[in-house]
């Protein structure tokens, strides 16, 4: 899985395959946008950390793609900040907010490419940053995508 951008608050996801002539060929894409004011500096942190932990991973055909397993904990230790993040239906304040809506992203744009998901959890609420049924929850270890 290759990030085409994540830059400027834009979320984007492509999957592609290599083709025989190792040339890639995009099986699904997706984006979705967040902010980057101050404000909201520490989740854009987050998203772009989570980001560049998927960055230009590949499969083996039949291998099975584990967010957690590539993103690895979201903890302080590891960079991450403080920003929101839904726990138990409710907002709060959590360590690697934001990590949701890079494997959101990733999910949508692996639907659209047909790959067969093998676990997802959708969120316990609506998210802003994309549609109802596109959306999953990751937590480090329980939940994964």
């Known amino acids: ?14 999957i592609a395959r290599t083709s025989r002539a190792d040339a890639p060929v995009t099986l699904g894409k997706f984006h979705t946008s967040y902010a980057t004011d101050a ?10 950390l989570a980001a560049e932990s998927i960055d230009g991973k590949t499969l083996a055909p ?18 991450y900040s403080k920003a929101l ?4 239906g409710l907002l709060a304040e959590g360590v690697g907010g934001g990590a949701c809506q890079v494997a959101s992203t990733l999910y949508a744009a692996a639907l659209l490419a ?12 609506p998210s ?3 549609r109802v049924g596109f959306d999953a929850t990751v937590s480090y270890p329980k939940l994964d995508l």
């Open 62 to 79: 039949g291998a099975v793609f584990s967010f957690n397993d590539a993103v690895g904990e979201r903890t302080a230790a590891f960079g």
């Open 1 to 14: 899985m290759k990030r085409r951008a994540f830059l400027g608050g834009l979320s984007s996801l492509v």
């Open 128 to 130: 802003a940053y994309i």
């Open 114 to 125: 047909g790959l067969e998901i093998k676990t997802r959890v959708p969120h316990s609420r």
């Open 85 to 88: 993040v839904l726990r138990d």
């Open 39 to 48: 404000e909201h500096k520490s989740r854009a942190s987050n998203v772009q």
